[in-house]
């Protein structure tokens, strides 16, 4: 099974700060239709999973846009440019190119 | 708008089965697969597997097979997960997922196996 490795697991921030999570495959997410299944997800305190972005780099509808997405291969990073109170939570990658299809073990982001 | 809606809390005895649904709304139901996601108490998210509403293909992470199984009512856009000799480890709150996989999410539904 794919493994995705997050760093850091704990990340802590001030309104208006900039953070990266990075997320790193054990093999490479491009599939061999030339798409790349690389996704974030955002898990605010007691309730379900939310898509932030999708293939990589692809904003999901009604997302705000200090969300972006980067990477290729096995290396990517979620960036918040500027994190509001709203971001608390815990962000996971998710890899849908191999099934099974896995999650990374998920990065918290608590606000000072 | 896009919405699924899953059955709710279940207290199961250990060694028994449990049958849970998503209801389907606001897309064509057979267009997308349904994902299952299991999560653990204050832990992380683990794949079970996905069905295809249109088709009835389904896939399975093996670490779940004999474990789990996905059917669909495209009459009603329902699908439901069937988790079979529970055990304690079983206890989790269980999601299903639709839309590009993971575009869109239930509310979860508990299950707790005890005694």
């Known amino acids: 099974d794919v493994v995705l490795t997050q760093t850091p697991p704990t990340l802590s921030a001030t309104i208006g700060q900039s953070v990266s999570i990075s997320c790193r495959s054990s093999?490479?997410?491009?599939?061999?239709?030339?798409?790349?299944?690389l996704h974030w997800l955002l898990q605010r305190p007691g309730q379900s999973p939310q898509l932030l972005i999708y293939s990589v780099s692809r904003l999901e509808s009604g997302v705000p846009n200090r969300f972006s997405g980067s990477g290729s291969g096995t290396d990517f990073t979620l960036k918040i440019s500027g994190v509001e109170a709203e971001d608390l939570g815990v962000y996971y990658c998710?890899?849908?190119?191999?099934?099974?299809?896995?999650f990374g073990s998920g990065t918290k982001l608590e606000i000072k | 708008q896009v919405q699924l809606q899953q059955s709710g809390a279940e207290l199961v005895k250990p060694g028994s089965s449990v049958k849970m649904s998503c209801k389907a709304s606001g897309y064509t139901f057979t267009s997308y697969y349904i994902y299952w996601i299991k999560q653990r108490p204050g832990q992380g998210l683990e794949w079970i597997g996905r069905?295809?509403?249109?088709?009835?293909?389904?896939n399975y992470n093996e670490k779940f097979k004999g474990k789990a199984t996905f059917t669909v009512d495209k009459s009603s856009s329902t699908a439901y997960m069937q988790l079979s000799s529970l055990t304690p480890e079983d206890t989790a709150v269980y999601y299903c997922?639709?839309?590009?996989?993971?575009?869109?999410w239930g509310q979860g539904t508990l299950v707790t196996v005890s005694s």
């Open positions: 069905i295809g509403p249109g088709s009835g293909d389904t």
């Open positions: 998710v890899q849908g190119t191999h099934a099974p299809f896995t």
């Open positions: 093999q490479s997410l491009l599939h061999s239709n030339g798409n790349t299944y």
């Open positions: 997922a639709s839309v590009m996989g993971f575009a869109y």
